[in-house]
């Protein structure tokens, strides 16, 4: 589990190791996908309107993760949308909560060769000093 402290309303860049069954770095897929849940009041974040939201009433709870690169990262996959380009944007986030903590949890979508999935990291947002901006890589 990778944990990682952010100032309010920063960007944090997510990335996933994936092997797949052979233990080979897993590629070409589009199943590879992250959930966001708040630890604060356990709602799940809706990639549609970026908004934290109890589970029942999220519209899009998974996002696909985008492959780094097939030649010069094969099995890497990042965060990276219109919206969230090369990382989380806490920005983004229309109903935060000051100095909380963020499971990301990645998992493959429908398809089972990966086989080191799911994998959970923690973003912790708010009253941290940070020296170091190394990306979360889980």
């Not at 990276?80 to 963020?102: C, E, M, Q, W």
């Amino acid at each position: 589990m990778s944990v990682v402290g952010i100032q309010e309303k920063q960007k944090e860049p997510i990335r996933v190791f994936v092997l797949g069954q052979n233990r080979q770095p897993l590629t070409g897929k589009t199943s590879i996908k992250i959930r966001i849940q708040r630890q604060s009041d356990l709602k799940y974040y809706d990639w549609s309107d970026d908004t934290f939201k109890l589970g029942a009433s999220v519209s899009q709870l998974l996002q696909v993760l985008t492959q780094v690169s097939l030649t010069d990262s094969p099995g890497e996959y990042y965060l990276n949308t219109a919206l969230h380009s090369n990382g989380f944007d806490t920005n983004r986030i229309t109903n935060p909560v000051k100095s909380d903590i963020y499971f990301v949890t990645a998992i493959q979508d429908g398809e089972s060769d990966a086989s080191n999935l799911p994998k959970q990291g923690e973003i912790r947002v708010g009253k941290f000093v940070v020296t170091d901006r190394s990306p979360m890589v889980f």
